[in-house]
């Protein structure tokens, strides 16, 4: 492992606290955002955003992945490929349709 | 050299610390070795299993209106099962005991169905069991049988060998995986006795049927539950096995093909199963809870409107489905090809033709295995964007594949070939792997599907990359590693017999479909066409194909017998590595003990150095210095 | 016999197995959730109509175990924390708190279940309470499993930390990034669900 000293792990405790807080702030944001009762499409948009910055946070942070290994970083955007692939070209196929 | 022992086949240490029991050295065990051998052997029986559905299946197809003659078909199971238990008694080998016993199942099995006056009025199978057997067979063979030999059986005894590791990165999920695996089997089984009997819905399980079917698919859905649990963990193992638990010196671009095609595997049931699990949660939730994830609204069904809330979508049960389906399919046939990929080397005593374009051409039709699944869907309504995108990505995929099977044509030139029974089964694997992929082109073409789609044309394409291919393949694995897990030489001429029948059987089964299917006639007939004007000019090939099936199952005989008689009878290897192999498995005492290398292996080289000019011997291991 | 690289780093890929291990699953755990979420798109996009998750769901508890999940995942990391700097006891409170804190999400998830179920509202209602109970559901179970092996971490299993404290740390690290990841999960189902 990267960080082996205390006084590494106490760094790091201080930006867990920083994380939780801009995680608490956000989650409030997402509720506020909702009662602004935007239109579907930017409603979407923006709660997907802030969800996404909200797990980049958790991910980054909480499971050190900022400073995670190359091999682990390429089997998540492996992942994320085929995510995006199976999100999207069902949706495709269902506008594209024989009618 | 290590001296050879002429131990029993499952790899046992004698000479390891404490005794430990029977349970935990054969049942329970830890070792990749002994679990391979489990799903090695679980896999065979079902694997025969599978075979005596079809079996079945075809006297309907052939003889719609005669009775069946179930002494027959009990016959051979029974048989085999007879003379394991006698064989086994007399030299008190529990195993081969046991796996007499599960023969005699499958007999007592057959048995009980033919003779049910329900299942089988008047000695004609039902319809609806005739699904049922369709739906089973499919599913036995692929998820029960293939896959647990080529990945769970092969993989797991050959892959820590070849990269030179102790054992499989997590040793007790390897043991999980296995009985995660058995268990599945064993709810997929139970499901042929209750109520309605087993799933009858086609092993692609398409709702709204599948949704209303009987209890036999809730219970199909939570045998999958079982099997892909053991598939993730199976797949985590390998992976991190092979990455991390290689040996000095060995290389990504030195490693044995077969391990590349496993890597590759691993991925693919990694991230394709998963929708596959998160379908079968939303089907199990249509048939437990109510829901109506895959149910339209205003379905009807025997002139009642169905009381559910509707607004569901069959075609997405499809894209979960599919998402996993195809991937697997490449999950079927990369393994084979790393098995044919060493046999080959082996046995032209030359390097692979184009090592570094099979690496390449797997790892891009692994990618690609992901983005073409709905080719299995034109027929459902698809407008031309997203056809003519599925379409293109599956006429891009023929071209790893191609590749693939080029490079192990172009390595037999040039080469001194012996013709071993492993060699046998893997050169016809060649062209037989080359009529099952090219039979794949009409039916990812869009247009020419149309006419194809759900015809025989599509179980003879796939039947002949699976049964002449895949199984071929596994075959050449079994006669090929067999001395390295026993000790013993499998009979060359039994080899030889089961061989030939094999191809020439196989070929009378599989060819014919593609004339029916050309001629349209469609897939899972009870009847096997006989009431559709347009099947009556090629329905006379069913009693061929039937034959040739019934003539299949007679040329397993002396594979089945060989196997079992070599283990004490068969010839004792005279060293190590009696094939002359470079690659690390052959490097290790026979059968290779628990830790596997007597000193850590250190690779020099690549995993092909077959006569090389100039060295001692027409092969340099890959752990020679 | 060992098995190599259980717990220092490999140097080549600078991982442990297991770490690489856990990782694969979750990719795995991406495609199962994933797929989820792409039934729930097709779903609503081919509806007619589909109501508003807060019009139907009760945002405030939500909220309420968002804010304990996300707690809870600060917990775990700091339990993690607090074994690399050798404070067991530490350990043992901070994971005794994730593990509180997993109870307390599930309770209120019950008291949520528990109000539709009495007014007859059940996955069988229509497709928004289908896909609301699944997916919580799933995920639900994700918790229950997490709860299951972060009591284990701070009971019986706790006791490595006495003979193999090294390789016990890497456990609760990979426990850890379970964990978090069921965080990630529900830091997507909460809007999707409850505010979309």
Known sequence: MEHTSAEDIKKHVRTYILVFVALLVLTIVTVGVSYLHLSIVPAVILALLIASIKGALVASYFMHLISEKKLVYFTLILTVVFLITLLSLPLLGFHDTIQ | MQNVATAPHHGESAHHEEHASFWRTYVFSVDHKVIGIQYMMTGLIFLFLGFTLMMLMRWQIAYPTKSIPGEWFTLLPGLIALISVVVGLMSKRKLTVLVGVLFGAIAWLVWSMVSDETLFPEGIMLPELYNSFGAMHGTIMVFLGVVPIAVGGFGNYVVPLQVGAPDMAFPKLNMMSYWSYFAGGVVMLTSFFVPGGAANSGWTSYPPLADIATTGQTIWLLGMVFLITSSLLGSVNFIVTIVQLRAKGLTFMRLPFFVWAQFITSFLLLLAFPPLEAAAVLQLMDRLAGTSFFLPSGLVISGQILDVSGGGSPLLWQHLFWFLAHPEVYVLILPAMGIIAEVIANNTRKPLWGYRSLVFAGVFLGFMSFIVWAHHMFMTGMGTVISTFFQTTTMIISIPSVIILSALIISLWGGSIRYTVPMLFAVAFLPMFGIGGLTGLPLGLAPTDIHLHDTYYVIGHFHYVVAPGTIFALFAGIYYWYPKATGRMMNTGLGKIHFWGSLVCMNGIFFPMLIQGLAGVSRRLYDGGAQYAHAQDVLQWNEFMSVSAWLLAIFQLPFIFNFFWSLKKGKAVESDNPWGATTLEWQTPTPPPHGNFVKVPEVYRGPYEYSVPNAPKDFLTQNTP | ?196
């Open chain 3, 1 to 196: 016999m060992q098995i190599p690289y259980t717990v220092a780093a490999r140097p080549d890929t600078g991982l442990h197995n297991s770490k690489l291990g856990i990782w694969l699953f979750l990719a795995s755990e991406v495609m199962l959730f994933g797929a989820l979420f792409s039934a729930y798109i097709l779903l609503r996009v081919a509806a007619s109509e589909w109501p508003h998750g807060s019009q139907l769901l009760n945002v405030p508890l939500a909220f309420l175990n968002t804010v304990i999940l996300i707690g809870s995942s600060v917990t775990m990391v700091m339990s993690w924390a607090s074994l690399m700097m050798k404070d067991f006891q530490k350990y043992r409170r901070y994971m005794g708190l994730t593990i509180l804190c997993g109870f307390g999400f599930l309770v209120v998830k019950g008291f949520e279940y528990g109000a539709k179920f009495s007014h007859g509202l059940f996955p069988s209602e229509d497709l928004f309470y289908a896909t609301y109970f699944t997916l919580t559901g799933l995920h639900g179970l994700h918790v229950i499993g997490g709860i299951i092996v972060n009591l284990y971490f701070w009971g019986p299993g706790s006791r490595m930390w006495k003979t193999e404290p090294e390789r016990f740390t890497n456990r609760v690290e990979v426990a850890g990034l379970y964990w978090h990841f069921v965080d990630l999960v529900w830091i997507f189902l909460f809007p999707i669900l409850y505010l979309l």
